[in-house]
């Protein structure tokens, strides 16, 4: 059983508001890196007493630093097809949706949204569908993956579609794909019913059992995520929990990333309110808890969180965030056009920043943006990826990373004043590191890309 819902209610049932030393000698636990059992995940989530939550989000950042360092990765989105069969009663692309404009992108259209994409200087980009299979078949999104691939300089492609069958996952990592992602939305059976109407994804069990599939047909990095807002937040944090921890006994790694999607509001929708409305206390204590209970998972947060938000959640777990995004296909090509047949987009974005201002912010903040896309192009990813995250080694590879990525930016599309923002960025980075071979070969790269190299990594 992958996830026992009896055993996470009963947990849940008997936790009593938690005092400062219970709090205490969990956190004693999780600066470890040995993440939480459900049971201590659970007392964290239950905190309510503002002072012990400060001192969660604290050790949370902690744990952050000590398995990634400073670095924030960033991504960008590229939505493929509005089209689809589901009755997901939340989202815009739903097929009850009748006043929806839908637009599949050709594949020239695919390549023009991932040339824009490249343009701004993304090199991680997570191709994202409506389910219509008629539209976005598996060639079609593979079509789109060689396509990307073939005519830019994206380096790294995942991919957040509907679950699919063994053989199809298995085409799809053949494909290149890095991370295999599907959100389970709630994990608890009746509202997963209630929401979930019509169409394939009424099937619980078959998108519950993606990640084993995904897995066995040979992603080792898959990302998973509940939709907060949909059932009650503490049972489906434990649930997604339960969930890598399950990846983690079958396979030997937990879930790469875990996303932490809040519901927003979506034209069409028929949830107008959240039915288990997440305060931004609790989205910021659900982000502290993944990461203190999963050290070595990517926590992912979009721009369906605004500014203010994700400016604080670097700060207490989150490790990768998107910028400047788009949720209706052809949306990056059509900043600018005036039309009355728009495609619908998914949900409305809360954050507008683009990637430079992204870039600027997350550095005034003191931490360091990413553009590393490494791992999954040197096989640095599943259960290697997990031992060397939580036995504190991958650390390094991420600084050096994202100093080298951010230096190749800076060169290739900054000219303003983000540009001596960023270079005094990297000299302080080249500080921070303590290894004296290790800081030479970072200088030494450094130097290749001053000279025009490319691509350089650790
Ligand atoms: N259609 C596929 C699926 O449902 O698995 C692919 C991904 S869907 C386009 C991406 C994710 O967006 C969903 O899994 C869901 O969690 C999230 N989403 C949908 N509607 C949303 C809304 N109104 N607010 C925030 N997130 C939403
Ligand atoms: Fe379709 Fe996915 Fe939206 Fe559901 S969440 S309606 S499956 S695009």
Redesign the pocket.
Known sequence: MIIDAKRIENILSDIKQPNAYEVDDILAKASLLNGLNLEDAAVLVSVEDPHILKTIFIRAGEVKEKVFGKRIVLFAPLYLSNY?I?N?L????RKGNKDAVRKALSIDEVMQEAKILEAKGFKRILL????EPKVSSMEYIIEAVDAIYKTTGIRIIHV????MDSVDLKRLKASGVGVYQ??Q?TYHRPTYALMHPSGK?RNYDYRLGVMDRAMEAGFEDVGI?S?LGLYDYKFDVLATLAHSQHLFKRFGAYAHTISV??????DG?SVKDAPFSVSDLEFKKVVAVYRLAVPCAGVVVST?EAAVMRDEVIQIGASQISAGSKTEPGGYASVGTVSTVQPVE??STNDHRGLEEMIASIIRHGFMPSLCTTCYRVGRTGADFTGKTLSGNMEKFCQANALLTLQEYLLDYVQNGARELGESAIEKGLQEIKETGLKKEVLKKLDEIRQGKRDVFL
Do not use: D, T
Request: glycine fraction near 10%; hydrophobic fraction near 25%; charge should be positive.
């Open positions: 689809c589901n997901c939340y989202c815009g692309f994202v569908c409506g389910e957040n579609s509907p679950p599907v959100f939305e994804k995520g939709l999607p809040r519901l927003r509001p979506a929708s369906r998914q949900f």
